[in-house]
């Protein structure tokens, strides 16, 4: 077998495996060419190893595997017999691994067959519009939360990185959904307790622990989730939304500033112009337009929030 593996690579252009790396040396777009070959090789092979690993087909992948590492060695070790057996077993391999991995090659073709040819090669959908999705699954988990009067505190980590922090939680990288925030935060589960990290499309991480604000000019009746909140919006540029448990309130922590009581369309602004906006940009025209609606919003609920604390 490893005869035929030294026979394959001097053939495996036509000629000497030397003299074709003469001919790269002398003629640079075969070796241009040689690297799209191998990246496409690389890159299918990889998309292959994805596929399968989910699969029941990962550990008969293994045992193909060692399989030929054994055919290898056998002939190395000259075990004759052993290596007439195994490499008339390969002989078939071919078709043993069609109908091995029938499932798994009948979901890739049909992958290439339809429209979410894309998604096959990596190309997800446009970032923006995935992450404007993302901000509607938050806002949806925080209001369901806030009807149930169920406390949690979200944080939407964005340019300064917040390691540290994540690290204090329990790391989930997992994909953004309303029924796993609402089910996160749900009393007397392990992970109620704390914060969810969000970033890069995803909850990476849940039961945080956030520095609280020590400043004395915040409201004593704020309790310990809004503190850290504001705590961790002060310490990066981080957005950290807040429901309270004893009135399912939602507030905003942004820049240090609590904006309190916000509704679900405020809410949906306030983070659609923060994160999105801010990171992806939009037409000249409607940021300004929104830029504009959401600054005299924010303004408007700051205010309201003065006249409670002065009628109090």
Known sequence: MIDNFNLGIKNLYGQDFLEY???????????ITLIIDITIVIFLLVKFIKIVKDSRAWQLLKGIALLIIVTALSSILQLNIL?????????????????IFQPELRRALEQLGTNKISRFFG??????????????????ATTELARNKTGALIVIERDIQIKDIISTGIIMNSDISPQLLVNIFTPNTPLHDGAVVINNNK?????????LAGDQDISKELGTRHRAAIGISKESDSIAVVVSEETGK??????????????????????????ITKRFGENKDNKINIKKKITSLEEKLVKKKIKKEEKK
Request: proline residues 2%; glycine residues 2%; charged residues 20%.
């Open 203 to 211: 909850v990476i991480a849940a039961a945080c622990m956030l520095p």
């Open 123 to 140: 190309f997800e959908k446009d970032l923006a519009t995935k992450t404007k999705e993302d901000i509607y699954k938050v806002v949806i």
């Open 83 to 99: 290596n007439y057996i195994l490499t008339s077993f390969m002989t078939y391999g071919v078709l043993v691994l069609i109908v």
């Open 250 to 275: 939602i507030s905003i922590a942004k820049d240090g500033t609590l904006i309190a009581d916000v509704k679900e369309d405020a809410l949906k602004k306030i983070l659609i112009t923060n994160v």
């Open 21 to 31: 790396l003469q001919s790269l040396h002398q003629n640079p777009i075969k070796l």
